[in-house]
C-alpha cells in the first residue's frame, strides 16, 4: 500500500494489526480535519465467499457512493469478480461503519482483496497485472 500510495501521490495510513493501544482511525480523521477526503480501507479477507475484490459500503445505498460503478467497471476489465456488501461484510463495525456514524457522508469504501491478489511473494503476477493496476485506476477516480 505505501508503495501505491507513493506512486499515486497520495497519503496513506498503514495500521499494524496488533497495536499496544487502541487507535480508532475515525477519530484521527476527525481530529485532523479529513472528512472531505475519500478514504478506501483496504485490507485482505480470509473468507471463501467466491470474489476476488469485495466492497463494503455499510448502511449508504449503493447509488449514494461516488465512483462506485467506475470501480466495479474497472474490476471487469481486470477479470476481477467483485461484490458489495457481501453476506460475510462485517465493516459497519470498522471504519467503515463508523466513519458513516460520526459524518453521516459515503466517503470511505472498505476494500477486501482475496489472498493471491495480495501476497507478492505467492503469486507476483496476479500481483503486478492485476492488483496494482487495477488500485492504480480505482486511486486515479478519487484524484480527479
Aim: charged share 25%.
Amino acid at each position: 500500500m505505501k508503495y501505491l500510495g507513493e506512486q499515486n501521490n497520495v497519503s496513506t495510513i498503514i495500521m499494524a494489526k496488533f497495536v499496544p493501544y487502541k487507535i480508532l482511525i475515525s477519530d484521527w480523521i476527525y481530529q485532523n480535519d479529513l472528512q472531505r477526503h475519500y478514504f478506501l480501507d483496504i485490507h485482505g479477507f480470509s473468507q471463501n465467499v467466491g470474489y476476488d475484490v469485495c466492497l463494503g459500503i455499510g448502511k449508504f445505498e449503493e447509488n449514494n457512493y461516488p465512483y462506485l460503478w467506475e470501480i466495479r467497471k474497472i474490476a471487469k476489465e481486470y477479470g476481477l469478480k467483485i461484490a458489495v456488501n457481501h453476506p460475510k461484510y462485517c465493516g459497519i463495525h470498522g471504519l467503515t461503519g463508523r466513519y458513516q456514524k460520526m459524518f453521516k457522508q459515503p466517503n470511505v469504501i472498505q476494500m477486501e482483496i482475496k489472498k493471491e491478489l495480495r501476497d507478492f511473494f505467492n503469486y507476483p503476477d496476479k500481483v503486478c497485472k492485476k492488483t496494482i493496476p487495477f488500485l492504480t485506476d480505482v486511486i486515479a477516480l478519487y484524484k480527479n
